[in-house]
Each structure stands twice: as structure tokens, then as C-alpha cells.
């Protein structure tokens, strides 16, 4: 079974940082790109930073640029998202999510059930 | 601001058909695939239609999408109870360099 499971959600201050975790299983992780997505208390989906199977490409969005890095382990089959200088606006549900035929302007056909991120003092 | 537009709400009775639109622009949906994602409260996000208008497997075929110029529409037919959730649009931006999402249209069974 194709499986994604997020973890390293937590309360953080204003400023602070946070690496959060998206284990893979049921699939060959290396061939996919992958992204994270994120959705505050009642707003709409907003995706956040994106990264080529292989790693060599990554893309973020406006909002979190130069404060947060996507990366990979093939040989761990697992997703990281490196957040710093983390602000209130940060504080939202996480998803990684999977492509379904690889590439990185594919759609994500799998989701992870998320990791809370809480930025407050 | 979302980059990509749609109600903010749709409403329909049981057996009903519903469409929710999505409007963009030349750099999004004019250039790149439609997708949508269907949110049941506490769930995670579901792929409903990917490429425009295909269906991944387990999903039924009363969901259709379409695609024109830099509008895209989900069409739900049969409407059932269970079908009320969010429903948010995506698409990939060649501007932005990264993927857009709809502001997401919360449909509503009566």
C-alpha cells in the first residue's frame, strides 16, 4: 500500500524552527517528485515547496522563499521541509503529497494525513 | 488574493447536478492541466480529476471535469449527501514557477 506518514509537527515561538519528516512507503520514492502543501485554520490550500525526484530541482513559494528548504533522501525514502524564521502566518496543517506519474507539474494523487504547525508565543 | 477563482460556495439537492468553475489565466490554466481535490472535514486532501478530465481509480464516474482556454469547470451529477465537502482547483504556474490552488468552493447538500 502507497503510504505517506508526516511527522515533527509541534508549538514553536515566533522566530524559531522547525524540520518536519514525510516517511514513504509502497512505492519507488526515488522516481517521484514530491511536494508539501499546507492549509491554515480555515483557510484554503496553499502549496509550499515542491522538489524533482532525483532532488536537483526545488521550488518554493513566494511566501516562505529563503526561509524554508525542501530536500530528500532516496536511500531513506523520506521528504524533509527545513522551516526557519517561522511567523504566525506559518501556523497550518502540513501534507506531503506525491505526484502520480512523476514529474514535478504532475498532480498528488497521495497525501500524507498531516503534522499541525503552531507558531505562537 | 487567490490566483485561480472560484465560488466560494455551491449548493444542490440530492440527485442534482453541480458544477463548480475555476477561472485563471494564460500562465496557469491556459498552459498547464487542471486538477482537482476534494476536502471532507478532518480528512486529507483527495484527487478527484488530474490532466483536466481524468478520474485516478476508485472514483466514481459521476465526477467529470473540463477544461477551455484559461476556465476549467468539475461537474458532479447524481449529487449525494456525502459529496459535501470542499472542492479546490490547481494548477501549475509557468509566472510563479510553482503550483497555484483555487480559493475553494464549499458545496453544500440540502
Known amino acids: 500500500e502507497v503510504q505517506l506518514l508526516e511527522s515533527g509537527g509541534g508549538l514553536v515561538q515566533p522566530g524559531g524552527s522547525l524540520r518536519l519528516s514525510c516517511a514513504a512507503s509502497?512505492?519507488?520514492?526515488?522516481?517521484?517528485?514530491m511536494s508539501w502543501v499546507r492549509r491554515a485554520p480555515g483557510k484554503r490550500l496553499e502549496w509550499v515547496s515542491g522538489i524533482s525526484g532525483s532532488g536537483s530541482s526545488t521550488y518554493y513559494a513566494d511566501s516562505v522563499k529563503g526561509r524554508f528548504t525542501i530536500s530528500r533522501d532516496n536511500s531513506k525514502n523520506t521528504l524533509y521541509l527545513q522551516m526557519n524564521s517561522l511567523r504566525a502566518e506559518d501556523t497550518a496543517v502540513y501534507y506531503c503529497?506525491?505526484?502520480?506519474?512523476?514529474?514535478?507539474?504532475?498532480?498528488?494523487?497521495?497525501w500524507g494525513q498531516g503534522t499541525m504547525v503552531t507558531v505562537s508565543s | 488574493q487567490s490566483v485561480l477563482t472560484q465560488p466560494p460556495s455551491a449548493s444542490g439537492t440530492p440527485g442534482q447536478r453541480v458544477t463548480i468553475s475555476c477561472s485563471g489565466s494564460s500562465s496557469n490554466i491556459g498552459s498547464n492541466a487542471i486538477n482537482w481535490y476534494q476536502l471532507l472535514p478532518g480528512t486529507a486532501p483527495k484527487l478527484l480529476i488530474y490532466s483536466n478530465n481524468q478520474r485516478p481509480s476508485g472514483v466514481p464516474d459521476r465526477f467529470s471535469g473540463s477544461k477551455s482556454g484559461t476556465s476549467a469547470s468539475l461537474a458532479i451529477s447524481g449529487l449525494q449527501s456525502e459529496d459535501e465537502a470542499d472542492y479546490y482547483c490547481a494548477t501549475w504556474d509557468d509566472s510563479l514557477n510553482g503550483w497555484v490552488f483555487g480559493g475553494g468552493t464549499k458545496l453544500t447538500v440540502l
Open positions: 509502497g512505492f519507488t520514492f526515488s522516481s517521484y517528485a
Open positions: 503529497a506525491k505526484t502520480v506519474r512523476g514529474w514535478t507539474t504532475d498532480a498528488f494523487d497521495i
